[in-house]
């Protein structure tokens, strides 16, 4: 399991306009990150290079002591799984949506990725199970069941590092809960950095960075923040 390292990260989308200021900070292995802050502070923007979208103009993103961009982009993306906030689904079926399109994919794998992000409840009320259509013929998934297809998805890789963009931020407050439990399981073991709008929802990571303006604003555990106020 990898270590995530961001060492004085400056980056920006547009030339005179920084978004992030000599970022630092480490997850070590097998740990939960939480970034929380207020809106454009610059939350995506660090997924979004660590998964090498884009590369910044200072400093370095090092996964497992290595500088990212020494690794080839496949075996980076290989790496990490993302769950972004609104997973947009294809219009077919369950397997192929959690296969990620792999026609021919390993089902074994697939139905393991399903019991893992707790979807066989939908599943087995399913007429067809993994063959029905999904989008098609009035079927429609609720957001929770979205977002469990979008796991399943993540999970078919079993990525070593987990990016969790907002994953749950669009849901209401109890389906938010049953996820959240249902994330909690499987970031054991992973090294994950876990995007969130409200605090009170990564209470529990291992630490937890307040970003303002692309910069650190604070770090530490939510009880050590809730101390300093
Ligand atoms: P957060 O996730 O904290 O809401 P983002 O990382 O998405 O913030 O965005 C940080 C800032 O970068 C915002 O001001 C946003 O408008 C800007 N930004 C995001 N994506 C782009 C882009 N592709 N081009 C230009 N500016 C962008
Ligand atoms: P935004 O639309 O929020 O500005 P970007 O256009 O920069 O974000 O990034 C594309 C989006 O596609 C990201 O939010 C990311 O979650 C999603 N995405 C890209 N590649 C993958 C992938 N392999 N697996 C899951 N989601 C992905």
């Known amino acids: 399991t990898p270590t995530v390292v961001f060492d004085n990260v400056t980056f920006g989308y547009e030339p005179g306009r920084t978004i992030l200021n000599g970022l630092s900070f480490e997850v070590?292995?097998?740990?939960?990150?939480?970034?929380?802050g207020p809106s454009g502070a610059g939350k995506s923007t660090i997924g979004r290079?660590?998964?090498r979208f884009y590369d910044p103009q200072g400093g370095r993103v090092?996964?497992?002591?290595?500088?990212?961009?020494?690794?080839?982009q496949d075996s980076l993306r290989a790496q990490i799984g993302i769950v972004p906030q609104d997973s947009v689904l294809f219009n077919e079926s369950l397997a192929y949506?959690?296969?990620?399109?792999?026609?021919?994919?390993?089902?074994?794998?697939?139905?393991q990725a399903a019991r893992d992000a707790a979807l066989m409840p939908l599943i087995s009320r399913l007429p067809d199970g993994f063959d029905t259509l999904v989008g098609e013929?009035?079927?429609?998934?609720?957001?929770?069941?979205?977002?469990?297809?979008?796991?399943?998805?993540?999970l078919v890789?079993?990525?070593?590092?987990?990016?969790?963009?907002?994953a749950t931020s669009a849901?209401?407050?109890?389906?938010?809960?049953?996820?959240?439990?249902?994330?909690?399981?499987?970031?054991?073991g992973r090294t994950t950095i876990a995007i969130a709008?409200?605090?009170?929802?990564?209470?529990?990571?291992?630490?937890?960075?307040?970003?303002?303006?692309?910069?650190?604003?604070e770090s530490g555990t939510h009880s050590a923040l809730l101390a300093k106020g």
Not at 142 to 149: C, D, I, L, N, T
Not at 175 to 188: A, H, N, S, V, Y
């Open 28 to 36: 070590p292995a097998g740990s939960t990150t939480a970034i929380v």
């Open 49 to 51: 290079l660590l998964f």
């Open 62 to 72: 090092l996964v497992g002591g290595e500088d990212i961009v020494r690794v080839t």
């Open 97 to 111: 949506n959690i296969a990620y399109g792999a026609e021919g994919a390993d089902m074994d794998v697939v139905e």
């Open 137 to 154: 013929r009035g079927l429609k998934l609720s957001g929770g069941e979205k977002q469990r297809v979008a796991i399943a998805r993540t």
């Open 157 to 166: 890789k079993n990525p070593p590092i987990l990016l969790l963009d907002e």
């Open 171 to 188: 849901l209401d407050t109890r389906t938010e809960q049953e996820i959240l439990g249902t994330l909690k399981r499987l970031e054991e």
């Open 197 to 217: 709008h409200r605090l009170s929802t990564v209470a529990d990571s291992d630490n937890i960075l307040v970003l303002d303006h692309g910069r650190l604003a």
